[in-house]
């Protein structure tokens, strides 16, 4: 079956630091790929997207890259505010499910001033 | 900017008791989804409609849990008997339709707690 999975958090950063949240995923057929950010107290929202291989999706200074080679779909920023304290899910959609997400378990970014 | 509206955003309820919540799509959207989260784990599907129809409730613990979207806007979903595993946040999200690449846009959610 679909899974995805990610590297567990909290991830503690600095303002300004670099961050990765690495995701991983396992799929039948060709995926779209998504991450979405849920903010303290709200429901999720979507932070950007890639539907085919060596795609880049990018929002708000943050970045992915569809990566079919090695299943995976790693979110980067370059440098980081407080404002993006969150927790990340990387998610999966495929053909035969109806737009039906497969969300790995979520990463909870701290950044520090 | 629409946005998917939830209702109530918190239930306390006593085990074995009777737990509905209410969803409001956006606008238009003829896709709706409702989603378990557990605390510390990411979201799970429970239920999607396509207008009015079930697509998806593979998930859905067809004992306890139901769901309905009677004209193909605003969804209900019921738990009855509530139990103390149900304690968990429950999302509604909509999209313009089905499919893999559509965002799907949700709302704040209901953090339901079962004692």
């Known amino acids: 079956g679909n899974s995805v999975t990610q590297m567990e958090g909290p991830v503690t950063l600095s303002e300004e630091a670099f961050l990765t949240i690495n995701c991983t995923y396992t799929?039948?057929?060709?995926?779209?790929l998504f991450w979405y950010v849920q903010y303290p107290g709200e429901g999720l929202q979507l932070l950007l997207k890639?539907?085919?291989?060596?795609d880049k999706g990018s929002n708000k200074g943050f970045e992915a890259t569809y990566r079919k080679e090695t299943t995976s779909f790693h979110l980067e920023k370059g440098s980081v505010q407080v404002s993006d304290s969150a927790v990340y899910f990387c998610a999966l959609g495929t053909t035969d499910s109806w737009g039906k997400l497969q969300f790995g378990a979520g990463t909870q970014v701290v950044v520090t001033p | 900017e629409a946005e998917v509206a939830q209702s109530p955003r918190y239930k306390i309820t006593e085990k074995s008791q009777a737990v509905a919540f209410w969803c409001d799509p956006i606008?238009?959207?003829?896709?709706l989804y409702w989603y378990r989260q557990i605390l510390g784990q990411g979201p799970e599907l429970l239920v999607q409609f396509q207008d009015e129809s079930v697509v998806d409730d593979s998930q859905l613990p067809k004992d306890r849990f139901s769901a309905e979207r009677l004209k193909g806007v605003d969804s209900t979903l019921k738990i009855q008997p509530a139990e103390l595993g149900d304690s968990a946040m429950y999302l509604c999200?909509?999209?313009?339709?089905?499919?893999?690449?559509?965002?799907?846009?949700f709302g704040p959610g209901t953090r339901l707690t079962v004692t």
């Open positions: 799929a039948t057929g060709y995926p779209s």
């Open positions: 890639a539907t085919k291989a060596d």
């Open positions: 606008s238009g959207h003829a896709t």
């Open positions: 999200a909509s999209s313009p339709t089905g499919g893999r690449d559509y965002e799907q846009y």
